[in-house]
């Protein structure tokens, strides 16, 4: 690793990327991630890729589509809005197996919305708004570090299950800046060399092996379901071998609140307080949201009593947490919507309210 260096989310999420061995960059400003786009305008170009700011964010995905056909590792980037116009494209990019990172530096909505942070992208990201059977790996750093390393990962994931992968992030980590260590600086793939790494890879054959074709359209119903089949069995495997999460202070405690992103920061703050009070309270924190961590849950203890899902939602990731229970807890929602934060303090009256209602 790098020395340590103090700088903006979107900044060090870019520069990840970058030291990951990113070469090709396609977007379209919108706030709050405009940062990451003028970074890699600047910077991408200079390390010998291609930067590319599209005409919009429909134009943008399909030029993330053509690069990665190519083999090359691709970075989008945008936020909530734009990645809804992206949606058709994604679900291409899954039916052709194609590996891309998309950063979702998400804001409150819907529609145009506000500017300011949100989480209510949950069902968007996990779900898609695409057609057909598909998922998209998703990964939801809580700190600009955990953002820098899932970015080294996002890329690794999306070239060994050949999927995009997401990085929800959200406009708070967006723009925040934090000391962060680098990854060291990979070197990206050659021109030479994707052939033998990536034999999918549209790269012009020149004699030296069959032709690949790569499409989103079968006629057949039987060749679809054939492929469908396949790839439900590499999301099967996903959902083995890829959930991750963070149990804090879950030994003993009573109340378990379900937090991800940045917000999982603030509760950790309420939970020392409502310590401080003799409540035992710990969380569960989803670093991957698909595949949701419903093993997290089956480490928690008979001591507990009740689970709190707290979001900047309307309570889209409570479905999952129910769904994670199986009926052993009751579950809770806190929220906050409209680019409203949750601060520590509003996480521990409405926990004390709801633990007096029950």
Avoid at 142 to 161: N, P, R, T
Wanted: proline share 6%.
């Amino acid at each position: 690793m790098t020395e340590k260096k103090l700088m903006k989310g979107n900044e060090a999420f870019a520069e990840a990327a970058l030291r990951n061995g990113c070469r090709f960059y396609f977007g379209y400003p919108i706030t709050p991630q405009n940062e990451l786009t003028e970074y890699m305008s600047r910077e991408l170009p200079l390390r010998g890729g291609s930067f590319v700011q599209a005409e919009s964010e429909l134009a943008a995905i399909n030029m993330a589509y053509g690069g990665a056909v190519s083999g090359g590792r691709v970075l989008i980037s945008s936020s909530s809005p734009g990645i809804a116009l992206m949606q058709e494209g994604i679900s291409f990019l899954c039916s052709t197996e194609l590996p891309v990172v998309l950063i979702n530096v998400s804001r409150g909505g819907p529609g145009i919305g506000t500017i300011q942070p949100g989480q209510a992208d949950y069902n968007q990201a996990t779900r898609g708004g695409g057609n057909g059977d598909y998922h998209v790996i998703v990964y939801a750093p809580s700190s600009i570090q955990e953002g820098v390393d899932l970015i080294g990962k996002a890329f690794e994931m999306a070239d060994l299950y050949r999927n995009p992968v997401m990085i929800l992030a959200d406009g708070m980590l967006g723009q925040m800046m934090e000391p962060v260590l680098l990854p060291e600086e990979k070197n990206p793939l050659r021109e030479e060399d994707i052939p033998s790494v990536k034999p999918w890879a549209l790269t012009g054959h020149k004699e030296k092996r069959p032709h690949n074709v790569i499409k989103s359209l079968f006629l057949v119903p039987e060749a679809l379901e054939k492929n469908l089949t396949r790839w439900y069995g590499k999301y099967q495997r996903a959902t083995e071998e890829l959930p991750e999460y963070e149990l804090y202070q879950t030994e003993d405690a009573e109340i378990i609140y379900v937090a991800y992103g940045s917000t999982a920061r603030i509760v950790k703050e309420s939970i020392q307080m409502l310590r401080e009070e003799g409540i035992k309270a710990g969380l569960v924190r989803p670093v991957s949201l698909w595949p949701f961590p419903e093993k997290a849950f089956e480490e928690l203890g008979p001591q507990v009593k009740n689970l709190i899902s707290v979001e900047l939602s309307m309570g889209q990731m409570i479905q999952d947490v129910k769904l994670a229970s199986a009926g052993r807890w009751p579950v809770s929602l806190i929220n906050k919507v409209g680019g409203i934060l949750l601060s520590p303090q509003d996480i521990v009256d409405e926990t004390k309210k709801l633990e007096v209602n029950r």
